[in-house]
């Protein structure tokens, strides 16, 4: 699963909450995308429908999907892009090695993202995506976790950007959309799952 080495000694260590917190945060999306993914198989919208959620709704089956669906600030939304910021600061100590710029841009992205999405109701959101597809380049190049892991983040990512966000921006409803959104919705799930152990791996070696 993990194919990065512990924390040593010479390397700059994290405190261990840190890590830890990360692990968490990344654990909580990740049962959040989960329950999420029920809203794949239901017709009717829920509380628990993120973003990628509705995207896939707007493509798969639009008749029974509001077009403004997108439009509405959702509480889950804001939290999912409180908990990733969380979970790419934690993830920063590793991936500063690689590009520090590039690192701090993925930490900031998330954070940045929430007031840009409280003030169009719309946009902010793709920060997430885009933070995740930094970090699993620097992931990728830093042996952060196995490299199928960094690249099914790749892939998720790129999935749910540039063919979810931006293609249902751009393009009418397509069941070919939903498919490719559902696919990297999968894959981005199941990438979450492999940060939360990561870090919570690494908690075990960092100092307290």
């Not at 994290?14 to 917190?21: D, E, I, T």
């Not at 919208?45 to 993120?50: E, F, G, H, K, Q």
């Not at 804001?78 to 500063?96: D, Q, T």
């Not at 749910?160 to 559902?182: Q, R």
Request: proline share 5%; no cysteine; net charge positive.
């Amino acid at each position: 699963m993990s194919a990065s080495s512990p924390i040593t000694s010479h390397t700059m260590q994290p405190p261990r909450w840190f890590l830890l917190a990360g692990g968490v945060a990344a654990a909580m999306l990740f049962t959040a995308f989960l329950i999420g993914a029920i809203g794949m198989l239901r017709p009717t919208r829920s509380a628990s429908d993120n973003w990628l959620i509705i995207l896939f709704n707007l493509n798969f089956r639009p008749s029974s999907t509001q077009a403004n669906a997108l439009s509405v600030v959702s509480l889950l939304d804001v939290g999912i892009m409180l908990l990733f910021g969380i979970v790419m600061a934690a993830m920063y100590p590793a991936l500063r090695f690689r590009s520090r710029i590039w690192a701090a841009i993925a930490v900031a992205l998330p954070f940045l993202g929430i007031p840009i999405f409280f003030v169009t109701g719309t946009a902010g959101r793709s920060a997430v995506l885009l933070a995740a597809f930094i970090s699993s380049i620097l992931a990728l190049r830093s042996q952060f976790y196995g490299p199928a892991s960094a690249v099914a983040g790749i892939l998720a990512s790129a999935l749910l950007l540039f063919l979810g966000d931006f293609g249902t921006a751009a393009f009418p409803p397509s069941t070919l959309l939903a498919v490719f959104i559902a696919l990297g919705y999968i894959l981005w799930t199941v990438w979450l799952l492999l940060i939360s152990i990561e870090l919570i791996r690494r908690s075990r070696y960092a100092a307290a």
